[in-house]
């Protein structure tokens, strides 16, 4: 838990206790020569603190992670009374510009960690990230969001193999905590094997800013850095939801047929089994399929697409579920 001490140096700039500076991480030319880089802001106390990495867009079409850095930017709360706050709103700026998640060469930034710097565009950006960033970080927060048309309620997500990670989670106030695996060469995977402590943040879904998500990552951001005394005490919200679920296993309800979909039930929803959650019909008035819920659980995430093919994924419920009661 204590604080990394060693030269603060980010892409070359060495950045000093009480320096506030805004880098830029120049990623690559656009075909017109235009460069493109991906703006970072370095907040240093001068008094010695942890430090805490906001990230978000690594995939690039998910703007509501964008949004929640914006906002702790915007107002003010990057700036720590003890420690250093890295933030990073856009890192895979081609897809945020594109509206895509992947790189332009079609790679998926979560998938190409720890990279490499002879690599592709996507794996030299995670080689930065892990080893410019990572060896100066105490904590990583990831904004993330529902891949697609598939909405996210407000969830932390960890591995459950971290015990030190469940207070971490429970603080920041989301409704939901979920215990996923490790994905191989994701960003979490890389902060896992350097020991620092990372939570990732998903909420609503691509391509779509959500007023209620936001206000859960912004309101879970503040949470976490007055728990590290970064920010005043007297400045804790309280948190959007007390004790929240956690959610140990789950599975995707997936379409039996193809045709236009409709969901029954709002995300976060607890149901029964047998429940009727959606339904799936033809253009032409003649087919139409309940979907009944295979069990009891909370539905934490629902596709918003209109159209499905058979096999899609539409609700994503927990099978195994906890209340938390301060003791996780
Ligand atoms: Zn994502």
Aim: glycine share 8%; charged share 20%.
């Amino acid at each position: 838990m204590s604080p990394k001490s060693k030269r603060f140096v980010i892409l070359g700039t060495e950045i000093l206790p009480g320096e506030k500076v805004e880098l830029n991480f120049s990623l690559a030319k656009l075909h017109s020569r235009t460069a493109v880089s991906v703006p970072i802001l370095v907040n240093r106390s001068k008094k010695p603190g942890p430090t805490v990495l906001f990230t978000a867009g690594i995939h690039g079409d998910e703007v509501s992670g964008v949004a929640i850095i914006r906002e702790l930017i915007a107002s003010k709360i990057n700036h720590p009374q003890i420690g250093t706050i890295i933030c990073i709103p856009v890192i895979n700026i081609f897809g945020f510009l594109n509206k895509e998640r992947n790189f332009p060469d079609g790679k998926d930034l979560n998938r190409a960690f720890p990279g490499s710097n002879k690599g592709s565009l996507a794996s030299r950006v995670a080689f930065e990230l892990v080893n410019g960033f990572l060896p100066l970080v105490d904590y990583v927060i990831d904004f993330h969001t529902g891949g697609a048309d598939r909405f996210n309620a407000a969830q932390i997500r960890i591995n459950p193999n971290r015990p030190e990670l469940k207070p971490l989670a429970n603080l920041f106030g989301a409704p939901f905590v979920v215990y996923s695996r490790l994905l191989a060469k994701s960003f979490r995977a890389s902060c896992q094997k350097q020991g620092i402590p990372m939570l990732l943040f998903e909420g609503g879904k691509s391509n779509h800013l959500d007023e209620e998500i936001i206000e859960y990552g912004v309101t879970g951001a503040k949470r976490f850095l007055a728990h590290l005394k970064m920010l005043p005490t007297k400045l804790i919200p309280p948190p959007l939801k007390e004790n929240p679920i956690i959610i140990e296993k789950s599975l995707w309800i997936r379409a039996k047929h193809s045709g236009m979909f409709q969901s029954l039930v709002k995300v976060g929803h607890l149901v029964a089994e047998g429940d009727i959650i959606g339904q799936i019909t033809d253009p032409f008035g003649k087919f139409n399929r309940k979907i009944k819920s295979p069990n009891s659980g909370y539905i934490f995430n629902v596709n918003e697409a209109p159209l499905v093919y058979n096999g899609d994924a539409l609700f994503h419920i927990s099978t195994q579920y906890r209340h938390d009661k301060g003791t996780a």
